[in-house]
């Protein structure tokens, strides 16, 4: 079963708008955490947030935040007043607890197309 | 910063040679990864090793292997590549536990074509 699922392909968005990426997970385990990375087309992928499964607020990171609703196993990602150089892939993560806890597990990711 | 770096970021193979890619990170991390990245599938886990000469399969092991000798080197071996091996390849490291989210840091990422 997928873990991680990103419901949006491509997203476009107009410059200085904020844009919410969808992320949905699927674990029975309590203990997780959840990250958000950024892939430009240069390739590197850029950590940019974390949310632990037993942190009471939301995790916020400059104009990143994170909308952890945890009864909804949904962790989606704000960006908030989108810039030019925000046009990237980005990917949803989940690392569980015990002892998979080495690994992460990567959504397919959403393509965001910032527009002038 | 943790850096990690791969030796190459394009290569261009011909089938059934043997593929080497070579990841090295300069933070004394015990982990590294081995991941593929396909469009529509995200990134999906081939080899990671925990410390020296150890290794431990992923969700997709099949056609490839890893070497790790020293700490900071860990490579990714394509024994007879396969134009199905056409792909992009990210190799992370990872601090040690409870720090920092046990995020990772990747490298650049390796485009292979194999022709």
């Known amino acids: 079963a997928q873990k991680i699922t990103q419901t949006q392909p491509g997203m476009f968005v107009q410059e200085k708008e904020a844009v919410t990426l969808d992320c949905t997970y699927d674990?029975?385990?309590?203990?997780?955490?959840l990250f958000w990375y950024k892939q430009p087309s240069s390739g590197e992928m850029i950590f940019l947030i974390y949310q632990g499964s037993y942190d009471q607020q939301n995790a916020t990171e400059g104009r990143y935040s994170l909308n952890f609703q945890k009864a909804r196993k949904s962790a989606n990602l704000v960006i908030s007043a989108s810039q030019l150089g925000d046009s990237a892939m980005y990917f949803c993560a989940m690392r569980e607890g015990g002892t998979n806890d080495y690994k992460l597990s990567f959504g397919a990711g959403t393509t965001v197309t910032v527009r002038a | 910063d943790v850096k990690v770096t791969q030796s190459s970021r394009y290569l261009v193979k011909r089938t059934g040679e043997k593929v080497f890619l070579e990841c090295v990170q300069d933070?004394?991390?015990?982990?590294m990864f081995w991941y593929r990245q396909d469009p529509g599938l995200g990134l999906r886990l081939i080899y990671f090793?925990?410390?020296?000469?150890?290794?431990e399969k992923g969700d997709i092991p099949e056609g490839y292997s890893v070497s790790r000798e020293k700490k900071e080197r860990f490579s990714l071996i394509l024994e007879s590549a396969s134009t199905n091996q056409t792909s992009m390849y990210l190799c992370?490291?990872?601090?040690?536990?409870?720090?920092?989210?046990?995020?990772?840091?990747f490298g650049s990422g390796t485009r292979l074509t194999v022709v």
């Open positions: 933070m004394d991390h015990e982990n």
């Open positions: 992370a490291s990872r601090p040690p536990r409870r720090e920092d989210g046990y995020g990772y840091t």
């Open positions: 674990t029975s385990d309590p203990s997780y955490g």
């Open positions: 090793s925990y410390d020296v000469k150890m290794k």
